[in-house]
Nanobody, 121 residues
Framework: QGQLVESGGGSVQAGGSLRLSCAASGYTYSSYSMGWFRQGLGLEREGVAVIDADGITKYKDSVKGRFTISKDNAKNTLYLQMTNLTPETTAMYYC???????????????WGQGTQVTVSS
């Protein structure tokens, strides 16, 4: 079955940057939409950014202008470039693949195990 593996998380000072990566395998990558989701302690998982098979993107309002989602189809890899980070960004970040470019996590079929992002002041 499909497998996604995230990397690139870590600890960063406020105002810094991180780039998350998600390597995909085991499914028809080019036909799927992909997205980044996050979950803070005690909170529900929420959509952060999604990208469809044609490269059209959508972002959570609070990250627009600071986060950029992209993909390299030749490498079956999804990216999330995050800049101007704030402590409120701290969460576990997950990548996912599904058949539609939606911010609803229930619509995605494949999930990674997550990578932790921690932003300190």
């Amino acid at each position: 079955q499909g497998q996604l593996v995230e990397s690139g998380g870590g600890s960063v000072q406020a105002g810094g940057s991180l780039r998350l990566s998600c390597a995909a395998s085991g499914y028809t990558y080019s036909s799927y939409s992909m997205g980044w989701f996050r979950q803070g302690l005690g909170l529900e998982r929420e959509g952060v950014a999604v990208i469809d098979a044609d490269g059209i993107t959508k972002y959570k309002d609070s990250v627009k202008g600071r986060f950029t989602i992209s993909k390299d189809n030749a490498k079956n890899t999804l990216y999330l470039q995050m800049t101007n980070l704030t402590p409120e960004t701290t969460a576990m970040y997950y990548c996912a693949a599904g058949l539609a470019a939606t911010m609803a996590h229930s619509e995605y079929s494949y999930w990674g195990q997550g990578t932790q992002v921690t932003v300190s002041s």
